[in-house]
C-alpha cells in the first residue's frame, strides 16, 4: 500500500514538472477592425517562443467559411480548406506568419487554429470573429452623379445671367 502511494506521487510529481503547451509556444491572431465583401485581408498570426522551447511546432489555421486563400506569408502548405506551418530547430523561433484571404460573403467570418507540440495541441489565441459588411454600391461608371448636376445647374444658371445682362 505505501508503496502503491510512493508511486502515485512520483507520477504526480512528474506530469506536474512537465512544461504546459503555452510555455513552451504561443501564437495570436489579430484580424483587421473591418471588411466588406470583395476585400482582400490579410490575417497575421504572432508566434512566441516561451521559456521552454519546443522541438518542433506545427500551426495550422482553417480558412474561414466565406473567404478563399490567396497566399501565405512564408509559404503554408494548404489542403482541405487549411493552411499548415512546421518549424523544427533553428526554424523555430519568435516570428510573424500571414496569409491573405479574399472575402467573398457578407456575415461573419469565423478563424480558428491550432499550435501542436510533442507536449499537445493549443488553439491559437487572438481575434476569431470579423464581421463582413455588404460592398456598399458603386455608382456605374459614365453615369453623372450628383455632383455633375449640380455643376451643370451652376453653369446653365451664369450662362443664363449673362444673356440677361
Known amino acids: 500500500m505505501l508503496r502503491m502511494r510512493a508511486l502515485w506521487l512520483a507520477l504526480v510529481l512528474l506530469i506536474l514538472s512537465i512544461p504546459a503547451v503555452s510555455a513552451q509556444i504561443t501564437v495570436t491572431r489579430d484580424l483587421p477592425d473591418s471588411a466588406k465583401v470583395g476585400d482582400e485581408i490579410t490575417v497575421t498570426l504572432a508566434l512566441t517562443i516561451g521559456s521552454e522551447k519546443p522541438a518542433g ?12 486563400y490567396i497566399s501565405s506569408s512564408p509559404e503554408a502548405t494548404v489542403s482541405e480548406g487549411k493552411l499548415k506551418w512546421a518549424f523544427y530547430g533553428e526554424q523555430l523561433k519568435d516570428m510573424t506568419l500571414q496569409y491573405t484571404v479574399k472575402v467573398e460573403k457578407a456575415g461573419k467570418l469565423e478563424f480558428s487554429g491550432t499550435v501542436k507540440t510533442l507536449l499537445g495541441n493549443e488553439n491559437i489565441g487572438g481575434d476569431s470573429e470579423l464581421e463582413v459588411s455588404e460592398k ?3 455608382q456605374p461608371k459614365g453615369t453623372p452623379g450628383f455632383e455633375a448636376f449640380v455643376a451643370v445647374a451652376v453653369i446653365g444658371s451664369i450662362a443664363l445671367l449673362r444673356r440677361k445682362h
Do not use: H, R, T
Open 57 to 68: 511546432a506545427i500551426i495550422e489555421e482553417s480558412i474561414p467559411d466565406g473567404a478563399s
Open 136 to 138: 456598399s454600391a458603386e
